[in-house]
């Protein structure tokens, strides 16, 4: 069984329409990461969090909005969907006892906003 | 611009060594990454080198760090149809990661 689940896989919706992308894990980790995925531009860091209830926003964070509850989960919401947010989004976990700090990444949900 | 820089297409025959260059710009990164991302699949970490390291061998990757010149490269020997991916460089900061654009490798036949 996969270790770190996103759902959906895959999502098309309209412009101005409100989504969530759901990220799990049962890797135990404190980290976890929200990036996107755009052809050229390799992955970009969109929220991070530390802890439950611990929020850090990334390197594009306009647009989005997180929520980590529980330490296995962290959801990635879009408040109102815009074209330019179609792109395939990650969420990856990380253990913070690790000096190395080797992410582990889910397997994406490819977003296409009409 | 990017911060971490690496070329995004490089074309190999089966059997030949692949070698995928990156640069980075944050000289204090403890830790430098590779990682790789099949058709379909998120990233799997391949491999990673401390930054007091030169060089780092796995089987059929070898990975050189040059810190002086901030640039660090994959190698892979005997490249077989099953390493054809996109290959990401990344570097550790104090609270996130830098990923590069990726580097398609195509492995023929």
């Known amino acids: 069984d996969a270790d770190v689940t996103q759902t959906p896989r895959n999502r098309i919706t309209k412009t101005g329409k409100r989504i969530m992308l759901e990220c799990s894990q049962t890797?135990?980790?404190?980290?976890m990461y929200w990036y996107r995925q755009d052809p050229g531009l390799g992955l970009r860091l969109i929220y991070y969090s530390f802890d439950v209830k611990d929020i850090n926003k990334g390197e594009i964070s306009d647009g989005y909005s997180v929520s980590r509850q529980a330490q296995a989960k962290f959801s990635l919401s879009l408040e109102s969907a815009i074209p330019n947010q179609t792109a395939l989004y990650f969420c990856a976990t990380s253990d913070a006892l690790l000096s190395t700090d080797t992410q582990y990444f889910g397997p994406g949900t490819r977003l296409t906003v009409l | 611009g990017e911060d971490v820089e690496q070329s995004l297409f490089l074309s190999v025959r089966e059997g030949d060594s692949s070698v995928i260059n990156c640069t980075y710009t944050d000289s204090s990164s403890t830790y430098l990454y590779w990682y790789k991302q099949e058709p379909g699949a998120g990233l799997q970490l391949l491999t990673y080198i401390f930054s007091n390291m030169d060089m780092k061998q796995d089987q059929r990757l070898t990975v050189l760090l040059n810190k002086k010149d901030k640039h660090l490269s994959l190698r892979i020997a005997d490249t077989q149809t099953g390493d054809s991916a996109i290959y990401f460089c990344?570097?550790?900061?104090?609270?996130?990661?830098?990923f590069g654009a990726g580097t398609r490798l195509t492995v023929k036949p």
């Open positions: 990344a570097e550790s900061r104090a609270n996130d990661m830098r």
């Open positions: 890797k135990g980790h404190d980290r």
